[in-house]
């Protein structure tokens, strides 16, 4: 594989849960949990998702994984697009028709040979669907999108893997350690019988628990222990990604700084992707490579550790820094404290979703919507005043 | 902040407090001598992980404890009075009026079916003898102050109406209802996102300086200890590990579980490469080494530590330490710091 295509490419994603009432459960409104988010993941580097609750961190996880369906976007996974994959027939056929078919025949109008309409396509992914459908028409793009489904469908329960963050309700109770960790290697057919036995007890080792603990049940573990089960776990299929969900707000803060830094070392040895999602901009930042910062449904600053924390652009990013309270006495800096609650993604407000707190607000960011742009350098931020803020 | 302490009658005074607990497996020593003095206007807290006696502390103070807790020795005096063994009915007298609290998890703190404004007024009529129309004036004055937007209304709506910092500020609302001189925070702002952490705890700033109450803050987080208190208490096992003045304990750490601790937290303000990790967990509470309570997680521990119980000795002015390598830790941070990090 092309180490340079990312693993992962979001565009666009958008997850919205219907509110139903009445008697007939009409939907009379929508949560608006993701709002038109895009973003991408290279191999081998930690993305850190934060934000506050109710920000849309978790969706993200889930739909990325599929164990949600986000409700609009393209998730292109290694260089493929993987959207249709869990869509029916019908939705399918939607999808196809919409994403590629009906912009493919407007550029032909627009641009009469295929070879212009193959130069202006921008992105790899997009080159080559239309390059299948100048060949094959739309069979060729439904062959490509929608052929051998379950192969295809195992990046999502083999390749990609979650952490979760609550270690008590997310190992079942009544099974064994040996079957928690080895149901997914008896379940893709990667060993049998004794063999399971082997790999989990080198896992737990891995992880740094007794390879003697195999035969125990969770409720014998501390916390710690566990989230160390659901990291081995998570390990046993060889994942290349790994969507660690809140997977160290759990614990102590003894224990959180052990498996912070066991999934540190599990990165570098089995050449890890994380999706690192927390609340705690601390421990996204030791953790991370880059960071988006999440507000409302929305990314409102997506760039490297490093500039992130030198020149926060958003007003949102710099009230969250400065609104943690550092362990040093002597160094009690100024706070910005910003006013109310978040809104409700109900009914999220007009124009930029973070005007009705923020410090600068103007005229302009209740009607209009900051779109995300690249303001320097890998440095996205969606504000209309970006770097106006410092403080 | 010290020296003035010493001229002033402490509010509270805590001497070797124990609090134990019946199980079905043995008596659990959940507090194993506590000793505090606690001056008027201050704030000390009380920093622990799990298990570490924190919170037990404070509902033996307020007379909170289950049924199978009971309390073996020890004092707890407040303005002169011992209340170690008041009974439940002048009990009440102190509890709110005297001694307020605010937990961690307003929700469950609230009761879902009475209004926010019901709860306050109870405490009001309870304690001040005020009429249905003057508790409700004192109750919205409250809210007022808590920073609670529209008090009139919000009065007469129900916990689940409110949203976690809302809610919070009405426990605080309730709290300080009476002019309580002191206010127990257990974990206040442990549920909330960081946002509202930090509109609390400026409340809480704001609310100490107007009424002058002396604040006991309970927490695990070192940053907001850091942020509010004049003092701290450092506990591991039902015991004080650590005591002095805030900027001693951070700066001036003479503790291994301390130090530890403060290392092993990821840090905005400073880039590590890799965090201090304290080996092991909080073992359970019938399973800790019978020494030092920290030997079997200390990376300074010799077999001394495990057979022997070290006492909490002074280290410093009004500074307190529970460790029997206190000189050796200087030279060992030193060397650790050299070589960065345990692994």
């Known amino acids: ?391 | 902040m010290n020296t003035e302490n010493k001229n002033k009658e402490p509010l509270l005074k805590i001497e070797n407090l124990k609090t134990y607990f019946r199980t079905e497996d043995g008596i659990v020593k959940a507090v194993n001598g506590m000793d505090f003095e606690l001056y008027p206007g201050e704030t000390l807290a009380i920093v622990g992980e799990s298990g570490s006696g924190k919170s037990v502390t404070s509902l033996s103070l307020m007379h909170l404890l289950d049924e199978n807790g009971f309390i073996p020795e020890g004092k707890m005096i407040y303005k002169g009075q011992d209340i170690t063994k008041l009974s439940q009915n002048k009990m009440r007298k102190v509890r709110g009026n005297e001694i307020a609290m605010i937990f961690q998890e307003p929700m469950t703190a609230l009761n879902p079916v009475y209004t926010i404004g019901d709860q306050i007024m109870e405490m009001i009529k309870l304690h001040l003898k005020l009429n249905d129309k003057e508790s409700r004036n004192r109750a919205v004055d409250l809210l007022q102050k808590v920073g609670i937007p529209e008090p009139d209304k919000r009065i007469d709506q129900y916990p689940h109406e409110l949203s976690g910092g809302m809610r919070q500020r009405a426990m605080i609302a309730m709290a300080l209802s009476c002019d309580p001189s002191i206010l127990i925070a257990d974990e206040p702002t442990t549920a909330l996102d960081v946002t509202i952490q930090a509109q609390i705890l400026e409340l809480m700033n704001k609310l100490q300086d107007d009424y002058g109450m002396a604040i006991i803050f309970i927490t695990h987080d070192l940053g907001v200890v850091a942020e509010m208190s004049d003092r701290a208490i450092v506990m591991y096992g039902g015991e004080i590990f650590e005591k002095g003045d805030i900027v001693d304990i951070f700066k001036n750490t003479r503790n291994p579980y301390t130090w530890g601790l403060m290392n092993s937290i990821p840090r905005i303000d400073i880039d590590k490469e890799k965090l201090w990790a304290i080996p092991g967990s909080v073992p359970s509470a019938l399973k800790f080494p019978k020494g030092c309570k920290f030997a079997n997680r200390c990376f300074l521990a010799t077999d001394k530590c495990l057979d022997d119980h070290p006492e909490l000795v002074e280290v410093g002015e009004n500074h307190l330490s529970r460790c029997f390598h206190i000189d050796k830790l200087k030279e060992e941070i030193d060397k650790v710091k050299a070589g960065e990090s345990n692994g």
């Open chain 1, 1 to 391: 594989m092309d180490k340079k295509t990312p693993l992962l490419e979001v565009e666009n994603m958008k997850k919205y849960f219907p509110v139903r009432a009445g008697v007939f459960k009409r939907v009379v409104n929508q949560v608006q949990a993701v709002d038109d988010i895009s973003f991408k993941v290279n191999y081998g580097e930690t993305l850190g998702l934060v934000g506050e609750s109710g920000c849309g961190k978790s969706t993200t996880g889930m739909s990325i994984l599929r164990l949600i369906d986000p409700t609009a976007g393209r998730i292109i996974l290694e260089g493929k697009d993987s959207t249709a994959w869990y869509m029916k027939g019908k939705d399918a056929k939607k999808y196809i028709k919409e994403v590629y078919e009906n912009r493919f025949e407007q550029m032909m109008r627009e641009f009469k040979t295929e070879d212009d309409v193959l130069k202006n396509l921008e992105k790899e992914i997009d080159k080559k669907m239309a390059k299948i459908y100048f060949e094959h028409g739309y069979h060729g793009l439904k062959k490509e999108l929608r052929e051998d489904l379950n192969e295809k469908k195992k990046f999502f329960r083999k390749d990609a893997q979650i952490i979760f963050q609550d270690p008590y309700s997310s190992l079942n109770p009544r099974m064994r350690i040996k079957n928690i960790i080895g149901e997914g290697i008896k379940t893709h057919g990667i060993a049998k019988g004794k063999e399971v036995n082997e790999i989990v007890a080198d896992l737990l080792d891995k992880v740094g628990l007794s390879p003697e603990y195999i035969y125990r049940y969770p409720h014998q573990f501390s916390g710690g222990q566990r989230q160390r089960v659901g990291i081995a776990r998570a390990l046993a299929l060889n994942p290349k990604l790994i969507v660690a969900d809140e997977a160290v707000s759990a614990l102590d803060v003894s224990v959180q700084s052990q498996v912070i830094n066991l999934m540190d070392d599990l990165r570098k040895e089995f050449n890890l992707t994380y999706i690192f999602i927390a609340h705690d901009l601390a421990v996204v930042k030791h953790i991370s490579d880059r960071i988006a910062v999440m507000y409302l449904g929305k990314i409102v600053e997506l760039t490297d550790k490093k500039k992130l924390f030198e020149k926060p652009l958003h007003p949102y990013t710099v009230s969250l820094m400065s609104a943690i309270p550092v362990p040093d006495p002597e160094n009690k800096s100024k706070r910005i404290i910003l006013k109310g609650d978040v809104p409700s993604p109900l009914n999220p407000p007009t124009g930029c979703r973070f005007h009705t707190r923020c410090p600068i607000a103007k005229d302009l960011c209740s009607k209009e919507e900051p779109p995300l742009v690249e303001l320097e350098n890998d440095h996205q931020v969606a504000c209309h005043f970006a770097g106006e803020f410092k403080g």
